[in-house]
């Protein structure tokens, strides 16, 4: 036994309490009263073991699960379901040692036999298991102590009860209750007062005794398991924009008014006295009125009648859907951008290569915040960027947008910049870096290279401050995501890509204003020759001053046209052009 306790110290990592926190706890003092029984489960001056497997007398139920034996063990404590590991002196902490109750375990040593009886008619009957003048250190015999576990049948109450003791040195040990994992305890532990131990806030935490600290005859401990307790297994699911399926096992309490769940945007447990966001439920629950895009701790506790709740049992977190923002949106200038998703609220980032089905994996990227800021200028100034260098295939993916029922209402408008890793120098060239920008139809279920809108690679006139780039929504409608997707394969080029001010505003290019901005009309070899970008045209008239029509097109349906047949010659003529977005009359001189 002297070998390992140091090693299983070290292999204890977990610091959280499980439902054994639920039971209360009493230290008194009483009496110490030795058994008469004689009936050994352990000999005396047993160093190495532990005794088999015992019959308890009657069902005992710790934390919810129901024992009917137990094992002994020389190093202070008793094990519940199978024998007790032979050289284990930590039981609070080391993995699979528990269930198991404590009264000081260390690497102690058997004086006299271990016995035990079980006394009282059922259902209310005791197993008391005695160790009477225990070594509590197995090289020394002037540290002695008389100590007995108590179960309790019905009330399946968990008692140590001290006795006598002599105390010559100082040492250490565990006391405490423990589940079947390490996470799951009720410990003691102080360095002054037995009589006036507290919990112990880690499984490795222990009780001092020396020759001035120490258990008083008679001092008690004893741990009972609340009458109502809280559910287990509470699990979240289909979750919705505003809402979502919570779901738990039933708690053995068997509550009559069934449970209480509460909600918050605050990981603040919630207390007795925390009103509930609804009560009177049964798993499964339909919980509805979150907001979109928001993460929210929730809690469920058993209300079994007459104000007696459990203790709240925790769910975690989950984060709700983000719902579309209706186009047009304001300017996202990334200021709660901290380099890890979602940020901006709603916003995502995957990795994944580009193409006709894009699969995408993961939920971060190499898209990051610069401590110098967008363009590397300025901190003040966030933006998103990521270094075009090695192998990269990273997404940084817009919140869903609502682009309304007509296609191209709207634009896509953002700042990017191009410079030198971590730095502010120009750059003339990508390399075959690229960054592109693309759109998924159906709001970020689906990805395609057929909807990329513009790509950024190669030899280009990059700027190092940033301008604005416009890109015309043409060709899309309904709820949609937008993407920038950085693609690297080489460390022979290594500049930085930058983001920012995005937003997505009305398309000028769709009311009008294009033409009045963008048609081009002029005279060609005794013709009219007319452009209007991206609008296509359906009907052309074209008169002279005098209101007299002299060509009339129809059914265009182009955004480029070249009239011919004009009999008219030096002189003004009006064009009138309708598109599929108005129409605007021009002069010509022909």
Not at 99 to 123: I, L, M
Not at 561 to 568: E, F, H, T, V
Request: with cysteine.
């Amino acid at each position: 036994m002297r070998k390992i306790t140091f090693l299983l110290f070290l292999l204890c990592t977990s610091f959280f309490y499980g439902q054994l926190s639920n039971y209360s706890f009493t230290q008194t003092l009483g009496t110490f009263t030795p058994i008469t029984s004689t009936t050994a489960v352990l000999a005396a001056g047993t160093d190495y073991g532990s005794s088999p497997l015992t019959n308890i007398g009657f069902d005992f139920v710790l934390d919810g699960v129901t024992y009917t034996q137990f094992s002994a063990s020389p190093n202070g404590f008793i094990k519940f379901g199978s024998q007790a590991p032979q050289s284990t002196s930590t039981p609070i902490s080391s993995s699979g040692v528990g269930p198991a109750v404590a009264f000081f375990a260390r690497d102690g040593k058997t004086n006299g036999a271990v016995v035990y009886e079980v006394s009282g008619t059922a259902p209310d009957r005791v197993l008391t298991i005695e160790y009477p003048n225990y070594y509590v250190e197995w090289s020394s015999t002037a540290n002695q102590l008389s100590v007995q576990i108590k179960l309790y049948e019905t009330t399946n109450a968990v008692q140590i009860v001290y006795g006598p003791s002599a105390r010559a040195n100082s040492y250490f040990g565990q006391v405490g209750i423990v589940g079947t994992s390490t996470s799951n305890y009720f410990n003691r532990t102080t360095t002054t007062d037995w009589s006036n131990s507290s919990s112990g806030t880690s499984n490795t935490a222990k009780m001092t005794w020396s020759t001035l600290v120490g258990p008083v005859d008679g001092l008690t401990y004893t741990w009972n398991q609340p009458n109502c307790l809280p559910p287990s297994d509470l699990a979240i699911s289909n979750i919705q924009t505003y809402e979502a399926i919570m779901s738990w096992t039933a708690s053995t309490s068997n509550p009559s008014n069934d449970y209480d769940i509460y909600w918050s945007t605050s990981n603040t447990p919630p207390t007795s006295a925390t009103a509930p966001s609804d009560i009177n439920q049964v798993s499964p629950f339909d919980a509805i009125g979150f907001n979109s895009g928001t993460t929210y701790y929730w809690w469920v506790r058993a209300s079994c009648g007459g104000g007696d709740t459990s203790t709240w049992a925790s769910g975690g977190s989950f984060t709700t859907a983000c719902d579309a923002s209706v186009a047009p949106l304001s300017v996202e200038n990334f200021d709660t951008f901290n380099g890890i998703a979602p940020s901006p609220n709603c916003w995502s980032e995957a990795t994944g290569v580009l193409e006709s089905n894009s699969i995408l994996s993961n939920v971060d990227s190499q898209w990051k915040l610069k401590t110098n800021g967008f363009a590397n200028s300025s901190a003040s100034n966030k933006g998103v960027s990521i270094n075009l260098y090695n192998n990269k295939k990273d997404w940084f993916i817009s919140n869903p947008i609502n682009l309304g029922t007509t296609p191209g209402a709207y634009q896509l408008r953002y700042k990017y910049a191009v410079t030198s890793y971590n730095g502010t120098a120009t750059q003339s060239t990508l390399g075959t870096h690229s960054v592109k920008v693309v759109i998924s139809t159906d709001g970020g279920t689906t990805w395609s290279d057929a909807n990329v809108i513009k790509t950024y690679t190669g030899a280009g006139s990059y700027s190092n401050t940033g301008v604005d780039e416009i890109l015309p929504l043409t060709a899309y409608s309904g709820v949609v995501k937008i993407a920038f997707v950085a693609t690297t394969n080489t460390t022979a080029t290594d500049v930085d890509f930058h983001i920012d001010d995005f937003v997505i505003e009305s398309n000028t290019l769709s009311l009008g204003t294009v033409l009045k901005n963008n048609a081009f009309v002029f005279a060609k070899d005794g013709g009219i020759v007319i452009n209007t970008r991206e609008v296509l045209m359906t009907d052309v008239l074209v008169y002279d001053l005098q209101g007299r029509l002299l060509v009339s097109k129809s059914l265009v349906n182009a955004s480029d046209l070249w009239i011919q047949d004009i009999s008219a010659t030096n002189q003004i003529v009006l064009v009138e052009i309708f598109t599929e977005a108005g129409k605007i009359t021009k002069k010509v001189k022909l």
